[in-house]
């Protein structure tokens, strides 16, 4: 099974950038969607972002106009391009595989979850 390392994370100022890599261990360019996913203290796991194979991209409205997804095949590796940070975006960041369902519209996750890493708006 392909391994997945997200790095990117850090203190960050409200209104400041950062961007998230998720590096695979194998291919990713058959896999049918990438995401980056996000947990803050006392929540639950959420969507932020997926991109399919095909190109298709989908954001949770909090964070569309702010976050950007992409992957590149030939080094394995899925970006999350986060500006305009605010304090709730707060969480420990982590990507997974995933099959995006044309007819129901959701994203079921087919990888192994890594360590995620965090992020942390405060001024």
């Known amino acids: 099974q392909v391994q997945l390392v997200e790095s990117g994370g850090g203190l960050v100022q409200p209104g400041g950038s950062l961007r998230l890599s998720c590096a695979a261990s194998g291919s990713i360019s058959s896999t049918n969607a990438m995401g980056w996913y996000r947990q803050a203290p006392g929540k639950q796991r959420e969507l932020v972002a997926v991109m399919s194979s095909g190109g298709r991209i989908k954001y949770v409205d909090s964070v569309k106009g702010r976050f950007t997804i992409s992957r590149d095949n030939a080094k394995n590796t899925v970006y999350l391009q986060m500006n305009s940070l605010r304090p709730e975006d707060t969480a420990v960041y982590y990507c997974?595989?995933?099959?995006?369902?044309?007819?129901?519209?959701?994203?079921?996750?087919?990888?192994?979850w890594g360590q995620g890493t965090q992020v942390t708006v405060s001024s």
């Open positions: 997974n595989s995933g099959y995006w369902s044309p007819f129901t519209g959701q994203v079921t996750t087919t990888g192994s």
